[in-house]
């Protein structure tokens, strides 16, 4: 007779250890990829509950994109045609060679029962990341993690939960007003730039506009290697931010944009490129002024946390409408406000011929299109010169921070590399100057210099900014060159001839 009490296996588990399963609602995604494959109104009344990031299975996510796409070109939904676009993409693999769509396209519910799914698909992703919160809290735990860290991840998850797991689905977007005011960095977030030399902030659009052949695409392609980690060292003496992955709307002359880059990189890049960058060659599948959503949704497919769209004119029928141009502005916002950000490359207006017909553009107006396509810009970098020069001017419009040039940039067009040739050197200025000081006006007159006509009020007050800026540096100091109230102020050097402050 057997004496040994046999135990459950199940009384043997280790009911502390991870889940080897993430909770999720594999039958509810199943019911609403299916509804979706159908109808467009399933789809967009799902899209009110869920987000792609909410849907566990990889294929069903597949599905919802692809679907999303074809929603947003108007188009008609049907099991056949979505097999078809996944197809396309060369991932008939992940959906099990086309028969899961088959199986979820025969077997479906109806539209209006889809959001009640998706709910349940909303539930799980909430306990899902709880879960994975969970599992982060106990390794950080057993690897005796810094406290601080720790809380600093719970607490960072349950700010976040209380607006994403709200009700109504505006709730999320909802920040109060001391947050939203308060809580800000002391200087602007650079993605391009540093303190006041900011090119490209965060959460902003940056357009870089010129003429053709300047080299907008070269000094934009130059950025996302640098941001994707291909390239290194920064762009022009200015850091960039590090992007997961950056899209790249090659939607004019997308071979020649190829070509451009091929330029920059080397072979043994082919795998960071493969993963880090991602291309739509050709125009947009459908206009931003008919679905201005579409950049967004191309991101969202994309995976990507950056997106460059080369050029405006191809994303929108007519930029100098206001529709055109209010329908660009909207895109950007409506992706830049979902944390991707956006860099597009746009051109000058177009100008008459003969002794007078060119000119650098000197203010917004300049730029082509409807002022809705620069209002919604944070930074305005114009380039100008003639096409296919290496020696090219480099304007900064529009600042989110300090303003950054005037420059001269040298093209290297072989190798693809951008420079600063030249700039004007304020603090040997401010030291030349001697005791007669250095006005503003006369600082215009170097940086924007115009042999037809004298600075503008608006040249001459950047120019103010730039030397206050040294004063609050201390190695400058303003005061008045006479004893008049009217007597003009000017900027001296507040270091000797050998370049030292004093004590």
């Known amino acids: ?49 869920i987000k792609r990031d909410d849907i566990y299975q990889p294929a069903i ?45 025969a077997d479906y519910i109806s539209a209006g029962m889809a959001p009640h799914f998706a709910e349940a698909i909303r539930q799980k992703a909430r306990v899902r990341r709880i879960n994975d919160l969970a599992i982060r809290l106990r390794a950080g735990v057993l690897t005796g993690g810094d406290p601080d860290t720790l809380e600093g991840q719970l607490s960072g998850y349950l700010k976040q939960a209380a607006t994403t797991n709200a009700t109504d689905p505006f709730a999320a977007r909802l920040i109060g007003g001391g947050s939203f005011i308060l809580d800000r960095p002391d200087t602007v977030p ?36 640098n941001a994707i980690g291909v390239l290194h060292g920064g762009v022009l003496g200015l850091p960039v931010h590090r992007f997961k992955r950056f899209l790249y709307l090659a939607s004019d002359r997308p071979q020649q944009a190829a070509r451009s880059m091929a330029r920059m990189v080397k072979p043994e890049d082919r795998e960071l490129l493969d993963e880090r960058l991602v291309f739509w060659p050709g125009p947009p599948p459908s206009d931003f002024i008919k679905n201005p959503g579409i950049l967004l949704r191309l991101c969202e497919a994309a995976g990507a946390d950056a ?32 944390g991707i950000e956006v860099v597009g490359l746009h051109h000058h207006r177009k100008q ?4 007078e017909g060119g000119k650098e553009a000197t ?21 100008w010169g003639s096409a296919g020069e290496p020696i090219v001017s480099l304007r900064h419009l529009k600042q989110p921070a300090g303003e950054v040039g005037p420059w001269k940039l040298k093209h290297d067009h072989p190798r693809g590399r951008t420079e600063v040739w030249h700039q004007v050197d304020i603090l040997g200025l401010l ?73």
């Open 190 to 225: 650079a993605i391009w730039g540093y303190s006041e030399q900011v090119l490209w902030a965060e959460g902003e659009a940056l357009l870089i506009a010129g003429p053709s052949g300047v080299g907008k695409t070269t000094v934009a392609q130059q950025v996302i290697l």
């Open 307 to 338: 997106v460059c769209l080369d050029s405006l004119k191809d994303m929108a029928g007519e930029l100098a409408s206001e529709e055109g141009g209010q329908a660009i502005n909207q895109a950007i916002q409506r992706t830049l406000v979902e």
């Open 61 to 105: 996510r597949l599905i919802w994109d692809v679907v999303g796409g074809i929603v947003a070109e108007e188009k008609a939904l049907h099991p056949v045609t979505v097999k078809a676009e996944i197809d396309k993409l060369g991932r008939l693999r992940e959906v099990d060679d086309g028969n899961l769509i088959n199986k979820l396209g």
């Open 431 to 503: 030291k030349a100057s001697g005791s007669a000081g250095l006005t503003p006006a006369a600082l215009a007159v170097n940086l924007y210099p115009n042999p037809k006509s004298k600075p503008t009020t608006s040249e001459i007050e950047k120019s103010r900014r730039r030397l206050d800026q040294y004063v609050e540096q201390g190695l400058a100091v303003m005061r008045k060159t006479g004893n008049s109230r009217t007597a003009p102020v000017a900027y001296f050097a507040a270091f000797d001839e050998q370049g030292v402050l004093p004590e």
């Open 363 to 383: 203010s917004l107006d300049e730029l082509y299109g409807s002022t809705w396509i620069t209002a919604g810009a944070g930074s305005v970098v114009s380039l």
């Open 1 to 49: 007779m057997e004496n040994v009490r046999h135990m459950n296996p199940r009384d043997q588990a280790d009911h502390d250890g991870p889940d080897r399963t993430a909770p999720h609602d594999a039958e509810a995604e199943d019911l609403v990829a299916g509804a979706i494959l159908h109808s467009a109104t399933a789809y967009k009344e799902c899209a009110e509950v």
């Open 352 to 355: 008459g011929g003969g002794k």
